[in-house]
């Protein structure tokens, strides 16, 4: 495609097993046996044009055993396996405010954090006050937020925003209130960072929302939405399948297993 192209990675951070109908609101699995169906954990890397822009930040060791899931890595570690300083870098789009997106983010102390007016309203509003809708934000995470918004590090955004020319920042809803994707021009068209408006292929692909919703409405538009902004419904890539280290080669022999490019 013409006009200005980045290069985009998914770096695979952290691992949980579960079952295959737990990842789906009607409680059935994906074919008709039940059977593994593991979540990965991914960081994002979207470079070119002299920019890099990260997408989430990922959770902590400490985190991870909090919620007893499997941490591979640091984000930044393996950002680094990928000459990408995480200290150094300046702009960190932060999709939604679950904890397995935003833990990090004071190692990213150079960085512009770019989310959506709703994600905050929606972590610090009334529906926390119910555990089916806070159950995946951590409030050390929401109050350090907080704490970034008073320090000027936030620039919200209010639905769809180019970030820069070929990187723009779409607002999905659905998962949470204000869940954003990222659309990023590559050198084989668009590509659509889908984040949890679609955690698997396979809750877009058959149009069975993830049991973790605020509106399960926003979410099935979502799908549509995610498909409309990319170059095929190929080129939309899933928040934590891993079928996404399958489908696409990683950079080089050394990051086999740990990144994969997407561009
Ligand atoms: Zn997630």
């Not at 409030?139 to 820069?164: I, K, N, Q, S, T």
């Not at 994707?181 to 949890?196: M, P």
């Not at 934590?240 to 080669?249: E, I, S």
């Amino acid at each position: 495609m013409s006009g200005p192209h980045y290069e985009v990675y998914a770096i695979k951070y952290a691992h949980h097993e579960r079952r295959a109908s737990e990842n789906f609101l009607d409680g059935k699995p994906l074919d008709a046996h039940e059977g593994p169906m593991p979540l990965d954990y991914f960081v994002w890397l979207i470079r070119g044009q002299g920019r890099e822009i990260v997408v989430d930040t990922g959770f902590s060791a400490a985190m991870a055993a909090k919620r007893n899931r499997i941490h591979l890595r640091c984000p930044a570690a393996a950002l680094r396996l990928l000459q990408c300083e995480a200290a150094k870098v300046k702009d960190v789009v932060i999709t939604h405010l679950h904890y397995d997106h935003v833990g990090n983010f004071d190692l990213f102390p150079s960085a512009t954090l770019h989310l959506q007016e709703l994600e905050m309203r929606y972590a610090t509003g009334r529906y926390m006050c119910q555990e089916c809708f806070r159950g995946a934000f951590e409030v050390e995470d929401v109050v350090g937020m907080v704490r970034e918004v008073y320090a000027g590090r936030v620039r919200f955004h209010d639905g769809d925003a180019e970030l820069f020319p070929g990187v723009s920042l779409h607002l999905i809803g659905g998962h949470t209130m204000g869940l954003q994707a990222v659309r990023v021009a590559t050198r084989r068209g668009w590509v659509v960072l889908a984040s949890d408006a679609s955690h698997f292929y396979a809750n877009m692909e058959q149009v069975r929302p993830f049991p973790i919703v605020w509106s399960v409405a926003d979410m099935v538009d979502g799908y549509a939405r995610l498909r409309a902004l990319a170059e095929s419904p190929g080129h939309v890539i899933p928040g934590h399948d891993p079928l996404v280290m399958h489908r696409y080669a990683a950079p080089s022999k050394a990051l086999e297993g740990i990144a994969a490019r997407l561009d």
